[in-house]
Nanobody, 122 residues
Framework: QVHLEESGGGLVQAGGSLRLSCIDS????????MGWFRQAPGKDREFVGA????????ISADFAKGRFTISRDNTKNTIYLQMNMLKPEDTAVYYC???????????????WGSGTQVTVSS
């Protein structure tokens, strides 16, 4: 059973960086696809990026390109989201999720972590 736990959120100034981590503590094998979503207050949850198990296939939202990088360490069942050049509009709760197919559609993800808060001050 997949059990996802995020960590690494916090408060950072605009232009700063954070690295989020998400571990699947429920299985010995990483899910085929792990991804990141975010939800800001009053807004819908939106896709950030995702990676297949090998890391050979990655997709990301337009706002993430050039600033956010996804990587995986399958020996630790962990996915990372390195976020650089953060902006106040990146403030949101960030969730990791697991899927069997790489997708931007949140309905394709069958397991979710509880989220970690990222706050970017101006």
């Amino acid at each position: 059973q997949v059990h996802l736990e995020e960590s690494g959120g916090g408060l950072v100034q605009a232009g700063g960086s954070l690295r989020l981590s998400c571990i699947d503590s429920g299985r010995t094998t990483s899910p085929s696809v792990m991804g990141w979503f975010r939800q800001a207050p009053g807004k819908d949850r939106e896709f950030v990026g995702a990676s297949n198990r090998s890391g050979g296939i990655k997709i990301s939202a337009d706002f993430a390109k050039g600033r956010f990088t996804i990587s995986r360490d399958n020996t630790k069942n962990t996915i990372y989201l390195q976020m650089n050049m953060l902006k106040p509009e990146d403030t949101a709760v960030y969730y990791c999720a697991a899927s069997e197919a790489i997708s931007r559609d949140s309905t394709e993800y069958f397991a979710w972590g509880s989220g970690t808060q990222v706050t970017v001050s101006s």
